[in-house]
């Protein structure tokens, strides 16, 4: 009963194409992100999601396009992939701040996107 | 432009030693504070974290420290196990952001405990 899932876990595809990396979790949290970790090891957000609304867009280029069919899902569709885009993302989850306080995040095991 | 940041990228120490793993922060608007642990092939899990009215707090074998007037934190484990193993994430948020809040990470440090 995984928390946070991501598919897949592997991504190995050419420079060019689209692909897609889908996040799903089960813990009724109303606020999804994707995240970046690059190979310098910096964990940076791309994208926030609450109740399927963007929230943050973190100058993320616009061939990165997230899509939230509801509020368990958050998935993240690249196009034209470039080799730069060989990362690791990761999907996390939290409740809806409230109270004024941050609410924890949990992630998803990551995808290794290798851009060849 | 680091607005958090882990110095040191490692980190060695015997099993039952104390780990001080330790983060800086520049943006003064950070007021909430957290430590994420992260295993390779998983993704980052919740550690502790600390609001800044306080400059303390604890859960088990794991204490946070967090120095505002230097806008530093740092990470206690003792005693220290060979499965604290991992990469350590420091992290902070504008608490009371709304929706809109985000976390800003370090760039980790690998914790190795030596049995």
């Known amino acids: 009963d995984t928390a946070v899932s991501q598919t897949p876990k592997y991504l190995v595809t050419q420079m060019g194409n689209d692909k897609s990396i889908k996040c799903e979790q089960n813990l009724g949290h109303d606020t999804m992100y994707w995240y970046k970790q690059d190979s310098k090891k910096f964990l940076k957000i791309m994208f926030s999601?609450?109740?399927?609304?963007?929230?943050i867009n973190e100058t993320v280029p616009n061939r990165f396009s997230p899509k939230s069919p509801d509020k368990a899902h958050l998935n993240l569709h690249i196009n034209s992939l470039e080799l730069g885009d060989s990362a690791v993302y990761f999907c996390?989850?939290?409740?809806?701040?409230?109270?004024?306080?941050?609410?924890?995040?949990?992630f998803g095991p990551g995808t290794r996107l290798l851009v060849l | 432009d680091q607005q958090v940041k882990q110095n040191s990228p490692s980190l060695s120490v015997q099993e039952g030693r104390i780990s001080i793993l330790n983060c800086d922060y520049t943006n003064s608007m950070f007021d909430y504070f957290l430590w994420y642990k992260k295993y390779p092939a998983e993704g980052p899990t919740f550690l502790i974290s600390?609001?800044?009215?306080?400059d303390k707090n604890e859960d088990g074998r794991f204490t946070v420290f967090l120095n505002k007037s230097a806008k530093h934190l740092s990470l206690h484990i003792v005693p220290s196990q060979p499965g604290d193993s991992a990469v350590y994430f420091c992290a902070a948020s504008v608490k009371g952001g709304g929706s809109n809040y985000k976390l800003t990470f370090g760039k980790g440090t690998l914790l190795t405990v030596n049995p």
């Open positions: 999601y609450n109740n399927k609304e963007l929230i």
């Open positions: 996390a989850s939290s409740p809806l701040p409230s109270g004024g306080l941050v609410e924890t995040q949990y």
């Open positions: 600390i609001s800044s009215i306080k």
